[in-house]
């Protein structure tokens, strides 16, 4: 059974950091694209960041210079370091996996094939 499990999340001030972990069982995600996605309340889910196999990254507009994602393909885990955080980074966040080559696809959350269950995110101000 494929599973993805978020952990990390949790309350932290404006300007504070947290880092997400994703991990990956039930089957060898290498030839994957990991991505997280978050959800704020009354919001449609958005993109925040994905990787592939081979390192390339993708990353939000809102996010950019403040996030990093990395993976260990070795381990089967994805993890999102957040910096600087902001009030409006508060959602759930989510881990997904698909296969897909490197473009705007990885943006979108259709066609992702393995979604976890999520961990929340609230920053105060």
């Known amino acids: 059974q494929v599973q993805l499990v978020e952990s990390g999340g949790g309350l932290v001030q404006a300007g504070g950091s947290l880092r997400l972990s994703c991990a990956a069982s039930?089957?060898?995600?290498?030839?994957?694209?990991m991505a997280w996605f978050r959800q704020a309340p009354g919001k449609e889910r958005e993109f925040v960041a994905a990787t592939d196999w081979s390192g390339r990254l993708l990353y939000a507009d809102s996010v950019k210079g403040r996030f990093t994602i990395s993976r260990d393909n070795a381990k089967n885990t994805v993890n999102l370091q957040m910096v600087s955080l902001k009030p409006e980074d508060t959602a759930v966040y989510y881990c997904?996996?698909?296969?897909?080559?490197?473009?705007?696809?990885?943006?979108?959350?259709?066609?992702?094939?393995?979604w976890g269950q999520g961990t929340q995110v609230t920053v105060s101000s």
């Open positions: 997904a996996a698909r296969r897909a080559p490197f473009g705007s696809t990885w943006s979108r959350d259709t066609g992702y094939e393995y």
């Open positions: 039930g089957r060898t995600f290498s030839g994957y694209v």
